[in-house]
């Protein structure tokens, strides 16, 4: 007797199917924003299917003050992430590494940035701002937002080295390895995938950050300050399409690095 397909307990189904349907809810939009990319709107509202045209890609930056808005937005998230993935990596590698006086202190602050509303942080930001009579700009929105991307970062970077293998780092202080050649040749490989994604998602947090960016900006108009702008006359095309192109290059990167990672895995 061939051997019969063992079926699935009926509570293994439903959590199989409520996985797909949360999976469906959160890739939904991001759908209709790449499908709408490729609409051909005879009006200034991009909101119903009125055609197929790829005309939208050709005419991407064709509108000056929403690409300046692009620009700045990505300059202000590179800047950030670095800066954030510099100082949050030194804070995750001491809080994972040594215990000492202040640790838990900081553990505190740590995750009340990440916890607190962002509503608070950008009121709290313009007040010191303002009282160090600091104008606001492209500046203060870096500032900002390294300030709550170091947590982020620091957190990542802080659960990768609790489970780092000591006895790695043992081996080469005893073939004469010194702490600072122990680091950059052994340490820093192995924690470099938490950096790494520890800076993407400080990037990402600064490229569509609207809250903190919109009491800090002053003038300075970024790309998410730009599109609720337009809402109230319209978004054009040109925002689905920069949108998608955003998306593409982050699921690009996160594809590179998860193949990295495993060939990686694989030599070892």
Do not use: C
């Not at 293998?165 to 202080?173: L, P, Q, Y």
């Amino acid at each position: 007797m061939s051997p019969t397909r063992r079926s699935r307990p009926a509570g293994e189904r439903a959590m199989f199917a409520y996985t797909w349907l949360v999976i469906a809810w959160l890739v939904t939009p991001i759908l209709l924003m790449i499908v709408f990319g490729f609409n051909d709107p005879h009006g200034r509202y991009n909101q119903t299917w009125q055609g197929f045209t790829l005309k939208w890609y050709a005419k991407a930056f064709e509108i000056g003050d929403l690409t300046s808005a692009l620009v700045l937005s990505l300059t202000i998230a590179v800047v950030s992430a670095l800066l954030s993935g510099a100082l949050g990596t030194g804070i995750g590698y001491a809080l994972g590494r040594y215990r000492f006086r202040g640790g838990d202190t900081l553990n505190l602050i740590m995750f009340t940035t990440i916890s607190s509303p962002e509503l608070i942080m950008g009121i709290s930001l313009l007040t010191l701002f303002v009282t160090m009579g600091v104008g606001l700009g492209p500046v203060t929105i870096t500032i900002a937002h390294v300030m709550f991307s170091i947590s982020f970062v620091a957190t990542v970077v802080r659960a990768r080295v609790v489970t780092l293998d000591r006895s790695i780092e043992e081996a080469a202080a005893d073939l004469g390895a010194g702490p600072w050649t122990t680091f950059w040749r052994v340490t820093f490989p192995i924690i470099l995938p938490a950096v790494f994604s520890g800076v993407l998602l400080a990037f990402a947090l600064s490229i569509d950050d609207f809250i903190v960016t919109n009491f800090t900006a002053g003038t300075a108009v970024t790309f998410p300050l730009w599109i609720w702008g337009a809402t109230r006359v319209g978004l054009p095309p040109q925002v689905n399409v920069m949108g998608t192109l955003i998306f593409t290059a982050g699921v690009l990167i996160a594809v590179v690095a998860n193949l990295r990672s495993r060939s990686r895995s694989r030599r070892d």
